[in-house]
Every structure is written in structure tokens, then in C-alpha cells.
């Protein structure tokens, strides 16, 4: 196809050489059957010809729809499986988020541009080696100058390609800066905070001021782009000039004939439009390909939490449990470490509570747990084997973490529960099973259509839950993975003290035979734990059970003395008095 489209444009030229020399030869000598028939084929062929062009022009239309879509879902599924490999620290890093935009800023449409410049590049250059063979026998200086007179702008339109890629690379940054100013003026989650503090026009006017500044920037750039197209249009517009001089110069002298002319006039015109096109295609092509490298640096990124080359099999069920053997570690671009030289031993089989204050690090020993980074020095071992040891995948089906803020699906109930564990059947007996054991079932009974009830307000019927309910549902969702190792980080920070207590006795049966880590401030939750750590900077200080520490009389006991003096010793408002008054300056608070 793109060969036939190539070649119309100059069969279509020579057919008009031949029809012009045709009418001069019938103006000059009558008009007969014969001599209109010599008119009549050449028209009739031309007119075969566009209804062909025609048709290809219109098929194109569908073939680039088609390409667009096949192109499309092709890199939207690159950068997805992507987005899933690489580590979680990714998402921790400005440099690498602005990696992630750029590869998703318009990757599959400079794909497809790229893929169309190409065909377009290919299609143009067929009809210019045409138009240079029609024009050659006029003289070689002909085809010769038609390209030269496209140097200028090729020069100018690859420099003004490269500075517009380096702008884009350079304004990444402040790009994302719009998009979050826009996910917070118009997304769901903050739209109740961005009402009541009233910040909406704060926001809209960082996102004015910004994009103010982008568009000034880009206007400068199109300032520039438009200058140099124009100087490099006055050059072809001169030397066009010149090559009909000539040509007029021929006809006049009689060395050519009128339909040479046409032939002629088309021919140079078009070969200097596609000439033009060429350029256009190269700088498609040469802009393109600058943007699409940032799809292929993101691509290559290589995630560091690998599989060792020869996995160990996980203890299907852990014996001795896991153990934090001198580890230190620091997060990514940070000089402090969050542990240094920490030691810790979790039970296999055990409620262990870790309590401490806000930064103590709890939270960083479940990433660590789970290998979402991995220790500067020293090893995390599960029944005695460091977890570095373990196929990643297989280590992390040997857990279930319930995080600190559960992320609400918007899918039904049942859905909801079952992606806890998207390896196994869908077996709505056990979905409920884990949601009685959550304490969130009565709820959902009550919902309009039960489990198949869709949750969240974003689409179509949905239902919306409160706070608790969301994290109740979480909470079915790490019970119905039945891992091995349960992670609970803050488990019941949004329930009632009620619902607190009646979760707390589910929880001990529940988590009976397996291990289980609890990250609490509330010590309602703590003193049931076999086990408490109280952690501070980064370092285990006091552990033992409820009494045992009481009895120690010391950081946990003062903390406890302090919250059961704000009020009564088992109730919401007394953890919450006591935490209050803690934070207020306190030295020993937790
Ligand atoms: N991604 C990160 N990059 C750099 N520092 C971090 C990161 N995440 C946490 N930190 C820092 O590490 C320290 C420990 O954080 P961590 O989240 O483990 O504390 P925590 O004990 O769970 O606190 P909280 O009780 O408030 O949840 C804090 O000083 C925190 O600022």
C-alpha cells in the first residue's frame, strides 16, 4: 500500500505531461474523435488513479486506528507489568517517579507516532525517488537542489526537536507537581478535608502559578520554532524561485514544450512538499525515538530484591520463628540509620505486641520482614535461615499483613475478601468464614445485596463503609489469605472500644497456631500479647509480658500508670487522654 501511494503522485504527473501535450496538439489542430480519445484516456486514468488514492487514504484511516489500539494496549501492558516488578522503594524516590512519568507521558502515542513517521518516511521517499527520476532528464541539478534546499531546515528542525526534549526532561518534575495539585482538587479522598480547611483555591492557585510558568516556557519555545521554520521556508521559497526562472527560460527559448512546464511546476512543487514531509518524518522520527528512550530506561529498570539463584523452600510452617540478627539499615538517600545493629526474636506461634512511639521503626521491621528492603548489614532469619534464602514470592504467600491504612477496593464484598489471596479458588464459604472472624459480617449481611454489594462510591451503585468497616474488611481480607505469619500494623485504630474487645477474643483464636506481630499504640491490645517489645529509636528497650513489665516498673509501666490515670483502664477515651498528654511533652511516652 505504501508503495502504491508512494508512486500515485508521479504517475499522475506524467499521465498531466501527457494530457497538456495532448490538448496543445488538439487546440493547434481541431478537434476530432480521435484527438478527444487521446484527451478522454489520460483524464480517465487520472481519475482512476484518485478514486485509488482515495481508497488508500481512507483504509489508512482505519489501519492507523487499528495500529493505534494494538500499540496502545502493547506498551500499557509493558508499563504495567513494570510498574508491578520493580521495588517498592521506587515509589519512595522523586528521581524515580519522574522516570515513571515520563515513560507514561504519552508512550504509546510516540510509539505509534514513531511506527506512523516511519511508514510515512518510507511512503515519501518512493514518491521522491519518483519525482527525482521525472525531473532528472531536465538536468541533475534539478533533483540536486531540491534536497540541498532542505538542509537549513532539517539542521534547524533537529535542534528545536532536541532543546524541546530537554525542556520536557527538565519540567518532569514540576509536571508531577500538577498532576498531584490536580489529584487533590479533584479526587475522592480529599475531597472532605479540601472543603472544610477551605484550601481549594491555596491549591488552584499553585496549580495556576505553575502551569502559568510552564505554558510561558513552552511559548518561548514555539517563539523560537516558529522563527527558524519561517527562515529555513524563505530559503526553499528562493531557490524554488531560481529552478522556475530557469524552467520559464526553457519554454520561452523553445527547449521545452508547455506540458514540460506542468510536468515541471508539479513536479517541483511536490517534490519540495515531500521533501518537507521527509523532514517532518525525520523529526517525528528523531523526537520520538528521545521520548520513547525514557520508556526503555524505564523498562530497565532491574528490581535489587531478587531471588537468590537457588531458592530454599519456606517453612510451611514456621517452627522457631524469625529472627532480626544485627540489622542495620537506612533507607535510600537518608544518612541516620532506622536500626542499627537491632536484634529481635519473634516466636513462632506467639502473639508478639511491638509498642513504641511514632518514628520508633515499627513499621520499617515489617517492610524489612516482608523484603521490601533489605538490611545494610546483619540478616533477618526465619527458622534460622536468613530470608534472602527464600524465593521473594513464596515468602511474602507466608504472610499476611493488615497495614496501617487499608486500601478500600472498589469491588464487591466478596472480591474485597478474596484478594487477599488471588491464588486460591474463590470459595465464598471461607470469604465468609473470614469475614465472621473480622467481626464484619453482620455489616455486610445488611448491605443491599450482601456480599455481592459493590463498595465505594466511585462507580455505578456502589456503597460506602465507614472507617472501622473499611478496616474490618481489611482485616477479612489478611484472615482469609490464612498465611502462616499475620502482621498487623495499628489492626484496630479505627474501632470502637466495644468492637476492640469483641475483635481482640476472635483474634486469639484465630492466630492460635500461627505467628503473629502486632504494631499497637493501644495498650488495651498490648497487655493480651505473649509477649511485648517496647521499641524506641530504633531499638528494642524493655520486653515481657504484661506483668513482667509492669513489674519492671519502668518505661512500659510508667506509660501504662500514665494512660490508666487519664481514665478508666480498658476505655477508648482513656488511650487516647493518655496519649494526648504523652505527646505533650513527656519524655517517656509511647
Ligand atoms: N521511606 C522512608 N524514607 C526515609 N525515611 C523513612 C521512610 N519511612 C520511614 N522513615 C523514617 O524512619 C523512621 C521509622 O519510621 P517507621 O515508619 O518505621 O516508624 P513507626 O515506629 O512505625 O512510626 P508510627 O508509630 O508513627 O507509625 C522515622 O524516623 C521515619 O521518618
Known amino acids: 500500500m505504501l508503495l502504491v501511494q508512494g508512486l500515485l503522485p508521479a504517475i499522475s504527473m506524467t499521465l498531466l505531461r501527457q494530457l497538456v501535450d495532448n490538448l496543445v496538439v488538439v487546440v493547434g489542430g481541431g478537434v476530432s474523435w480521435t484527438s478527444i480519445q487521446k484527451i478522454l484516456a489520460p483524464v480517465g486514468v487520472i481519475g482512476g488513479l484518485l478514486l485509488v488514492g482515495e481508497f488508500f487514504s481512507s483504509a489508512g484511516e482505519w489501519i ?31 528521581e524515580d517517579n519522574d522516570k515513571l512519568n515520563r515513560a ?22 518512493i514518491t521522491l525517488f519518483a519525482v527525482a527520476a521525472i525531473l532528472l532528464p531536465y538536468g541533475l541539478w534539478l533533483p540536486m537542489i531540491l534536497v540541498v534546499s532542505a538542509f537549513p531546515a532539517f539542521y534547524i528542525l533537529m535542534y528545536l526537536n532536541k532543546i524541546q526534549y530537554q525542556w520536557s526532561q527538565r519540567t518532569t518534575t514540576v509536571r ?43 511559548l518561548k519555545l514555539l517563539k523560537k520554532q516558529t522563527l527558524g521554520r519561517f527562515a529555513a521556508a524563505i530559503f526553499v521559497l528562493l531557490v524554488s524561485g531560481v529552478a522556475l526562472a530557469w524552467m520559464g527560460r526553457q519554454v520561452l527559448l523553445g527547449i521545452l514544450s508547455l506540458g514540460d512546464l506542468a510536468l515541471f511546476v508539479q513536479a517541483f512543487n511536490q517534490g519540495q512538499g515531500i521533501v518537507k514531509s521527509l523532514l517532518g518524518n525525520l523529526g517525528q522520527i528523531y523526537r520520538n525515538g528521545l521520548f520513547i528512550s525514557n520508556l526503555f530506561e524505564f523498562l530497565q529498570i532491574q528490581p535489587k530484591i531478587v531471588n537468590p539463584p537457588n531458592p530454599l523452600p519456606v517453612p510451611a510452617i514456621p517452627k522457631q520463628g524469625i529472627h532480626f540478627r544485627q540489622v542495620t539499615f537506612r533507607y535510600p538517600g537518608t544518612e541516620k540509620p532506622v536500626l542499627e545493629n537491632f536484634n529481635l526474636i519473634l516466636p513462632a506461634g506467639k502473639i508478639v505486641v ?30 534460622g535461615i ?33 484478594l487477599g489471596d488471588i491464588w486460591a479458588a474463590s470459595n465464598q464459604t471461607e470469604i465468609e468464614a473470614a469475614a465472621k472472624a473480622s467481626g464484619i459480617d453482620d455489616k455486610i449481611m445488611q448491605l443491599p445485596q450482601g456480599y455481592n454489594t459493590m463498595l465505594g462510591k466511585l462507580f455505578p451503585e456502589g456503597t460506602d463503609l465507614s472507617g472501622g468497616q473499611w478496616q474490618r474488611l481489611a482485616l477479612a481480607r489478611a484472615f482469609f489469605r490464612r498465611a502462616q505469619i499475620i502482621i498487623l500494623d495499628e489492626p484496630t485504630s479505627a474501632m470502637d472500644p466495644w468492637a476492640e474487645h469483641d475483635w481482640l477474643e476472635r483474634f486469639r483464636t484465630l492466630a492460635s497456631d500461627r505467628t503473629a506481630i502486632v504494631i499497637t499504640h493501644r495498650f488495651t491490645l498490648a497487655m493480651r500479647a505473649d509477649i511485648i517489645h517496647v521499641m524506641r529509636a530504633g531499638q528494642i528497650v524493655e520486653s515481657g509480658t504484661h506483668d513482667e513489665l ?37 519524655s517517656t511516652h509511647l
Open 176 to 218: 508531577r507537581w500538577l498532576i498531584y495539585y490536580d489529584s487533590l482538587l479533584t479526587g475522592d479522598q480529599t475531597a472532605a478535608e479540601v472543603r472544610l480547611f477551605d484550601f481549594g483555591d491555596y491549591f488552584q492557585s499553585s496549580y495556576k502559578k505553575l502551569h502559568r510558568q510552564l505554558t510561558q516556557e513552552k
Open 354 to 383: 511491638v509498642v513504641g512511639d511514632n518514628g520508633a521503626g515499627k513499621s520499617t521491621l515489617i517492610k524489612l520482614l516482608c523484603r521490601f528492603y533489605d538490611p545494610e548489614s546483619g540478616s533477618i532469619e526465619l527458622d
Open 104 to 125: 507514561k507521558e504519552g508512550a504509546s502515542g510516540r510509539a505509534l507516532a514513531l511506527l506512523e513517521s516511519t511508514g510515512s518516511l518510507l511512503q515519501n521517499s
Open 550 to 586: 509492669l513489674a519492671q516498673d519502668s518505661l512500659y509501666a510508667e506509660s501504662w500508670k500514665s494512660q490508666m490515670q487519664a481514665g478508666t483502664s480498658n476505655s477508648f477515651e482513656s488511650s487516647v487522654v493518655g496519649s494526648l498528654k504523652q505527646h505533650k511533652g513527656n
Open 386 to 418: 536468613d530470608i534472602r534464602e527464600f524465593s521473594v514470592q513464596e515468602l511474602r504467600r507466608l504472610i499476611t499483613v493488615l497495614f496501617q491504612s487499608p486500601i478500600p477496593y472498589y469491588t464487591t464484598v466478596s472480591e474485597n475478601i478474596a
Open 64 to 94: 492507523r486506528t487499528a495500529q493505534s489500539e494494538l500499540v496502545h494496549d502493547y506498551v500499557t501492558d509493558l508499563i504495567h507489568k513494570q510498574c508491578v516488578a520493580v521495588d517498592y522503594c521506587f515509589y519512595e524516590s522523586s
